[in-house]
């Protein structure tokens, strides 16, 4: 499990792959093409984000049209990520919890 965090917040770490993820959140699929003119980059450099988040499983291909590849999230991807968060953030509510009762029961 440790690897496969690693790999989608490694993936998750660049902004312009946050954004490719959250293109795709709107976006059924995407090309490099249709990124290469959101984003403003080359397509060199999509392909090499299409490839970091492809490798660590966030995205995946969905079908090609002529030459054109189109990509889309991978089901559950971020599934470990999110149950990962959540348990982090109940451990830190509950740390404030108990910090709040320390505080508040002193005179």
Same mark, same amino acid.
């Given at each position: 499990m440790s690897g496969e965090l690693d790999a989608i917040f490694g993936a998750l770490a660049d902004p312009t792959r946050r954004r490719i993820v959250e293109t795709l959140t709107h976006a059924e699929t995407v090309s490099v093409p249709e990124l290469t003119g959101e984003l403003a980059i080359s397509r060199q450099a999509i392909a090499k984000h299409i490839n970091a988040l492809d490798q660590a499983g966030v995205i995946q291909r969905a079908g090609q049209t002529g030459r054109e590849v189109h990509y889309q999230l991978a089901p559950k991807a971020l599934a470990p990520a999110t149950d990962w968060l959540a348990k982090a953030d109940r451990a830190? $509510?509950?740390?404030?919890?108990?910090?709040?009762?320390?505080?508040?029961? $002193?005179?």
């Open positions: 830190w $509510q509950g740390r404030l919890a108990r910090l709040k009762r320390r505080v508040e029961s $002193q005179p």
